[in-house]
């Protein structure tokens, strides 16, 4: 974590999405914020309840409230300043409800800095820029395209790499692969490995992740040599054992269709594949049949030559009981090992990431 951080308090916008697959960038950040202090979400369709309750069954002090007023006589009461207003929503196709831009205006009013993740950048909207500038406070949007001066194109430098490289890929989008990612890192260094996550998406930048990209706002031309560089810097600076890769989207997603440029260019040794058992067809595509496990499985490997390792599962849908059957359905079906490691803890999956350590160390003896 960066000296200076958390950088602020934040209240996290998720209005009607908490709990859904649109709300799953105030999920991150309620799970896990490095780079804010989380005081409170909006959703006035769970008001008074306790978000970490909502999503994992499992309090964590984090409130729910109707709106921006209630949430900061909340912080108010509590002797605490709220200082940025985030937006956690996550729509397809990434615009902002309209309901959206007034709460940020109020936000601004009460001097607020905003951030948001969303594909309408709030800083070009002209009369929000100005109340911003006028209040002294920032609009930061994490999607906005970096100039082109600052990207890097593919070098081959990526060969420099020594760390042993994980990709976690999902069969669908908004299906936990960040989470699970974040999960193995923090296994792997209780374990005493070191361990970097390389975040792709604005909801990883949002946590803090060091060493990040924001995939969707780069030109195609230049993803390839962002992964490379993102992952080559956290080589060069902090020589990890391990270099945990986020995924985006899935490879066989019609809207989002996903990894390939990871898979490419960061070149993993292994993959983690996350999956939904409970889902049949594509989030938010109705008709778009979710292709098979063991076929998305086949094309992972067909197009890495790099073996899948284990199945981590979301269990949305599931019970406990549901959940291990689906587990023991999968390690039927693909011979692969399944973890539920929200519910259960990612130590069994470290465990596989350490002895593929440890076997590379044996290797290069």
Sequence with gaps: MSDNWPVGNAI??????????????????????????LL???????????????????????????????????????????????????????????????????????????????????SEDAELAALASERGVTIVD????????????????????????????GTDSAVGKRTTAWLLIDALRRRGR?????????????????????????ISDFMSGEIEHAVWR???????????????????NPAYPGG??????????????????????????PGYKLHPLGRQIEAIEVISDRPVVAVTINHEGLDSEAGRAAAASITAETGLPAFDVLRDGADPLAEIIERLCEHRSEGLS
């Design 12 to 37: 996290v916008y998720c209005e009607g999405a908490f709990g859904t697959t649109n709300g799953k960038t105030a999920h991150g950040l309620v799970r896990r914020s490095e780079r804010y202090r």
């Design 260 to 285: 390939y440029e990871l898979l490419a260019a960061g070149r993993p040794e292994a993959v983690v594949l996350q999956h939904a058992p409970a889902r049949t067809e594509y989030d938010g595509f």
């Design 234 to 252: 956290a080589w060069d600076e902090q020589r990890p054992e391990v270099i945990v890769l986020e995924g985006q989207g899935s490879l066989l």
């Design 142 to 169: 994490v999607r906005k395209p970096p100039p082109r001066s600052a990207l890097h194109f593919f070098s081959g430098k990526i060969e420099q790499v020594d760390s042993l490289r994980i990709a976690v890929l």
């Design 194 to 218: 070191t361990a970097e996550l390389i975040g792709t998406g604005q909801t990883a930048w949002l946590q803090g992740a060091r060493f990040s990209i924001v995939e969707d706002s780069l």
């Design 40 to 122: 409170s979400v909006i959703d006035s369709t769970k008001a008074g309840a306790d978000a970490g309750d909502v999503l994992d069954e499992k309090p964590n002090g984090i409130a729910i409230h109707a709106d921006l007023r209630a949430a900061r006589q909340a912080a108010s009461e509590a002797g605490v300043e709220p200082t940025h207003f985030v937006i956690g929503l996550a729509p397809d196709g990434g615009s902002m409800p309209a309901a959206g831009r007034a709460a940020i205006e109020e936000a601004i009013r009460a001097d607020l800095h905003v951030v948001s993740g969303l594909h309408d950048f709030v």
